[in-house]
């Protein structure tokens, strides 16, 4: 079974801009979780999607948003980016009942 | 406060020695999950193991325990005959119930583990 993937891998923006990551989740998977992981804060949460609703959300700004399609692919975005926003942005899918999430191998975001 | 503190943020071990990774957690949800993860410098995050707080017996995944101690709130990783793979960040997490099917991790900061030959 194909694991967490998440695209792209690797991203360069500059300040002000806008960014989407994509994630699709490991098949059969219907939750997926955003994480940003920084030196400074460690792996904090963003945000948990099931069946296409946000159920849960970390403590960000509004600039960061996401998505989850039908197929439980899902996407972020960050709006008006910041130096700060540069990070290893973390996807993870596990099935609803399960403990243990599956993490993809991120997308490392650098703000210049 | 923080929910998930690792106070060792470097630790060293011989090849094929046990090493024993310190967790512990602050909560008041009396349902909660207990996991850890291993982070290679690729950075993907591997899951190692998972505790229940309500299971009796310490879990176990090959080469990986969890010492659990509830009492005491700590989440020991314990990893035998350490490889030279082994070298790596490793995570402790937890999941709280309170927020019925809300999943949300919270992790501590990380113990980077070396392996020396």
């Known amino acids: 079974k194909a694991g967490v993937t998440q695209t792209p891998r690797y991203l360069i923006k500059t300040r002000g801009q806008q960014v989407t990551l994509s994630c699709s989740p490991i098949s059969g998977h219907r939750s997926v979780s955003w994480y940003q992981q920084t030196p400074g804060q460690g792996l904090q949460f963003l945000f948990e999607?099931?069946?296409?609703?946000?159920?849960n959300k970390g403590n960000f700004p509004g600039r960061f948003s996401g998505r989850q399609f039908s197929n439980s692919r899902s996407e972020m975005n960050v709006s008006t980016l910041e130096l700060g926003d540069s990070a290893l942005y973390l996807c993870?899918?596990?099935?609803?009942?399960?403990?243990?999430?599956?993490f993809g191998p991120g997308t490392r975001l650098t703000v210049t | 406060a923080q929910k998930i503190t690792q106070t060792q943020p470097g630790m060293f071990v011989q090849e094929k020695e046990a090493v024993t990774l310190d967790c512990t957690y602050d909560t008041s949800d009396p349902s909660y999950g207990l996991f850890w993860y291993k982070q290679p410098s690729s950075g993907e995050m591997i899951f190692l193991i998972y505790q229940g707080s309500y299971d009796q017996q310490n879990a176990t995944e090959g080469r990986y325990s969890l010492n659990f101690q509830k009492a005491r709130k700590s989440a020991n990783l314990v990893i035998s005959a350490s490889q030279l793979g082994d070298s790596a960040m490793y995570f402790c997490a937890m999941r709280e119930y309170s927020g019925g099917s809300n999943y949300k991790l919270t992790f501590g900061k990380g113990t980077l583990l070396t392996v020396n030959p």
């Open positions: 993870a899918s596990r099935w609803n009942r399960g403990n243990e999430q599956y």
């Open positions: 999607y099931f069946s296409e609703t946000q159920r």
